[in-house]
């Protein structure tokens, strides 16, 4: 069974960074797409990005590409979300997911995703 722990999320001014991690305990993490999704209040959960098992595909919403970059470590189990120039609008809390019944191509519906992390808080002041 596979449980996620996202973490490093926190405040910073609008233009700054942050990498946010997701830590997977279970042998399907390396087998399976990854996803980061996003939740602003009154909001439903949004896609941010998908890696696919090899990490040889990425996917974004067209709201973070070229900000945002997603990857991930199979030998430690481990996914990432680099975030540069953040701006106001993208705070929310992020959650990372994990889809393991695909490999080779992403869904961008969260009802696809079999297990999520707890979400850490992202909050950019302007």
């Known amino acids: 069974q596979v449980q996620l722990v996202d973490s490093g999320g926190g405040l910073v001014q609008a233009g700054g960074s942050l990498r946010l991690s997701c830590a997977a305990s279970?042998?399907?993490?390396?087998?399976?797409?990854m996803g980061w999704f996003r939740q602003a209040p009154g909001k439903e959960r949004e896609f941010v990005a998908a890696?696919?098992?090899?990490?040889?595909?990425?996917y974004y919403a067209d709201f973070v590409k070229g900000r945002f970059t997603i990857s991930r470590d199979n030998a430690k189990n481990t996914a990432y979300l680099q975030m540069n120039s953040l701006k106001p609008e993208d705070t929310a809390v992020y959650y990372c997911?994990?889809?393991?019944?695909?490999?080779?191509?992403?869904?961008?519906?969260?009802?696809?995703?079999?297990?999520w992390g707890q979400g850490t808080q992202v909050t950019v002041s302007s």
């Open positions: 997911a994990a889809d393991l019944h695909r490999s080779y191509s992403i869904s961008y519906s969260p009802g696809q995703y079999d297990v």
């Open positions: 279970g042998r399907a993490f390396s087998s399976g797409v």
């Open positions: 890696i696919t098992w090899s990490g040889g595909r990425t």
